[in-house]
């Protein structure tokens, strides 16, 4: 099959503009210069009112000091790790990155889509919210802290999982153009990436060789970054780290498994238990063979099991009893 091209994807391309110091000082100068020749067409025309020279001198000193600010519209500072998306009438020209000081073409706008989800900000003494537009884009790494979300896992048990994100724009044209708004769209790419991801892992196993979310934090964060960044890379966005941040049973069923995991460690400790108690009597009657201490029949010696087990496996201390005759 022939691969279908998307014509909505933007590719980013490094706009050189030229340094706004020139442009600066070259409109300053013009602006000193139309003042001068404006002051000069005025002797002009005071010493003949009818110079054809002083009214051309002072019509093009009135033009150019009504239009010569034009120019400081195009003046920008890009600070670092900031970017500057520019198109003019609709059509995208290149993206600003570099720090310093430049001049770009006044007629141009820059884009920015997430200033329509930032609030607004109250500045007025009266209470009056104005809202704050930034045309510049970030290009540090950011954190997005997901909320906790209730998902099933493996075993169908409903847990609560959080996680955080970091992450940052490597392609602006992308983040611009080709998504609504890119904060929006990685907050909703983390939110199903993660639902995947929970679903294929139990929350805790018995089996130690089995990954689980609990005990596989590293594998299931590693999992999580790649799936993300599959999802986010039409976007621009590169995501440099995915952890979780929150992991617990639903409140549902938290007592449940608390009481089986009790249990669970309950059944273990006694299996190591009676495992070192037979053990133990069985180095006893080793030793008392080796010794020749006693001779002990099958009976007395099942008799001495007994009661080596009984003291320990027991859950409280054994009160001695001595007997003063014989055993039978």
């Known amino acids: 099959m022939d691969k279908v ?3 909505n994807e933007y590719e980013e391309r490094e ?22 020749l404006a002051i000069f067409a005025g002797i002009q025309l005071e010493a003949d009112e009818n110079s054809a020279l002083g009214g051309t001198m002072l ?47 006044p007629f141009s706008s820059a884009v920015n889509p997430q200033v329509d989800g930032e609030p607004s900000v109250s500045l007025s003494p009266d209470g009056t919210s104005v809202k ?13 802290d997901n909320h906790r979300q209730k998902i099933n ?8 999982v959080g996680i955080v994100v970091i992450w940052r724009v490597v392609n602006t044209a992308k983040a611009v153009f080709n998504v609504d708004n890119y904060k929006t769209y990685l907050s909703i790419q983390a939110d199903s990436v993660l639902r995947d991801v929970v679903r294929c892992y139990p929350y805790d196993s018995t089996d130690s060789d089995e990954k689980t979310l609990r005990g596989s934090s ?6 999580l970054r790649e799936r993300l960044q599959q999802r986010v890379e039409q976007a621009g966005l590169e995501i440099i780290e995915a952890r979780i941040t929150h992991l617990a049973y639903a409140p549902e069923i938290a007592a449940a498994m608390l009481q089986r995991q009790q249990a669970t460690a309950i059944i273990e400790a006694r299996q190591k238990i009676v495992d070192g108690a037979v053990g133990m009597v069985e180095m006893a009657l080793n030793k008392l063979s080796e010794s020749n201490v006693c ?34």
């Not at 034009?70 to 998306?85: D, Q, S, T, Y």
Request: some cysteine; charged content about 15%; overall charge neutral.
């Open 218 to 223: 590293q594998e299931v964060c590693e999992l």
């Open 295 to 328: 001779e002990l029949d099958e009976e007395r010696k099942a008799q001495m099991v007994s009661n080596l087990l009984v003291v320990l496996c027991g859950n409280k201390d054994a009160q001695p009893i001595v007997n003063s005759g014989t055993i039978y």
């Open 5 to 7: 091209i998307n014509r």
């Open 153 to 160: 896992d493996q075993m169908g048990n409903p847990i609560e």
């Open 132 to 144: 704050l537009t930034k045309s510049k884009i970030s290009l540090k790494a950011l954190t997005h």
């Open 59 to 105: 019509v093009v000193s009135i033009i150019w000091l009504a239009i010569g600010w034009i120019p400081f519209i195009g003046l920008r500072i890009i600070k670092p790790n900031e970017a500057l998306v520019l198109t003019l009438f609709g059509k995208y020209t290149g993206t600003l990155k570099r720090e310093g000081f430049y001049f770009i073409n």
């Open 15 to 36: 706009l050189n503009a030229p340094s706004g110091w020139l442009v600066l000082i070259v409109t300053i100068l013009l602006y000193l210069g139309a003042i001068g």
